[in-house]
């Protein structure tokens, strides 16, 4: 009895540090199948999961080269191939659902794609950072238009309550009917709206205080922090112990609030990182306590595994490259409900690719 008793013991003494250990992942090569009707993508500027644990991603169609898009040239140059709409519903295995959006599927579609969200009751958010991109937009998950928040083609700087500046990236709160936007390319600022009516209820910038677009110095390992976001304000995600996180990608940090705004600590993620900064997007381990933060390093080009009490850095996986399992401007990052991680990658990386979990997820 004493050494059931002593291996029950030195099991519940382990469990915190079993808890400490990062995931590991193991990147699925056949992830996504070959995409039906001669379909190509290009830029792909997001990514996102649903309560189905479908995989959702946007796309530019225009960032398609000539070479490929041959299929859809005047006359064609090849059999391949079509840019496929923006929106593109996956299955877990990996067939195409559904693709719907473009030009002609909204007067305000975007210019160019960015960011996608899909909120607990299945509606699809979108949003763009083209220079007259300043609106986000509601959708059925069929693609039926529901509502818009901002006026493209007008921006009012980072305190105008009802205008938009780029926006990055989108998550809802379904219990508070609120949809926070990370403001974004072209403001500095966390803006919060009412997600049924699009009704203003707060904003803010960096450490919680009212932002401003007054120029920053170039970024520079070892400075003081800067006290302001750096464009963009690329991502905001939500955990379900009420704290807030914010990508500053290009200040190398990651910021944590509450959803009120007010300021609770920061995470600086590989400072020496110069150019484009190395947090571009955030999406937390799915286990009963969300233990990691795993993020999107688009300037090194890494998964990064950091422990969400501290920020620390327990693991990280991908490298620069083109094969799978590497990356090239890794963008976005989505998690489905048993930790398999999703990837975007933009300027000509245009691909998405699916890492599975080879660990125990904890629960």
């Not at 996608?116 to 509601?138: A, E, R, S």
Request: neutral net charge.
């Amino acid at each position: 009895m004493k050494g059931i008793l002593g291996a029950v013991l030195a099991l519940m003494l382990a469990l915190p540090a079993m808890a400490q250990q990062a995931p590991r992942y193991q990147v699925d090569a056949a992830w996504p199948k070959a995409l039906p009707n001669h379909w190509g993508i290009g830029q792909a500027a997001g990514v996102a999961t649903d309560a189905q644990d479908h995989i959702w991603v946007i796309h530019r169609p225009r960032t398609m080269t000539e070479d490929e898009r041959g299929a859809a040239l005047t006359p064609p140059r090849a059999d391949c191939c079509v840019p496929a709409p923006p929106v593109i519903e996956f299955d877990q295995a990996g067939n195409v659902v559904q693709a719907w959006g473009g030009p002609q599927h909204h007067p305000s579609w975007p210019e160019n794609e960015h960011g996608i969200y899909i909120d607990p009751q299945g509606f699809v958010w979108i949003g763009g950072n083209g220079n007259n991109d300043h609106v986000l937009l509601k959708f059925t998950r069929d693609g039926r238009f529901v509502l818009q928040i901002g006026i493209k083609g007008e921006t009012g700087g980072s305190n105008d309550t009802q205008r938009l500046g780029r926006p990055a990236g989108i998550e809802v709160d379904a219990a508070a009917h609120e949809v926070y936007v990370a403001d974004g390319y072209q403001n500095r600022r966390v803006i919060v709206f009412d997600s049924e009516t699009g009704a203003y209820k707060r904003h803010w910038g960096a450490y919680g205080n009212r932002p401003n677009d007054d120029a920053l110095p170039a970024y520079r390992p070892g400075q003081p922090p800067a006290q302001g976001f750096r464009n963009p304000v690329h991502c905001v995600r939500l955990a379900r112990d009420g704290l807030v996180y914010v990508c500053d990608r290009a200040n190398d940090r990651v910021q944590v609030f509450h959803h009120d705004g007010s300021f609770v600590r920061e995470f600086i993620v590989a400072p020496d990182t110069l150019g484009s900064g190395s947090v571009w997007d955030i999406a937390l381990l799915p286990d009963r306590l969300q233990s990691f933060l795993l993020t999107a390093d688009g300037g090194n080009n890494h998964v990064r595994l950091l422990h969400r009490p501290d920020g620390v850095e327990r693991g990280q996986f991908g490298r620069n490259g083109r094969n799978a399992g590497q990356f090239h401007w890794v963008h976005n990052i989505a998690v489905d409900s048993h930790g398999n991680i999703y990837t975007t990658e933009v300027d000509t990386g245009k691909r998405a690719q699916r890492f599975r979990l080879v660990s125990p997820l904890a629960r």
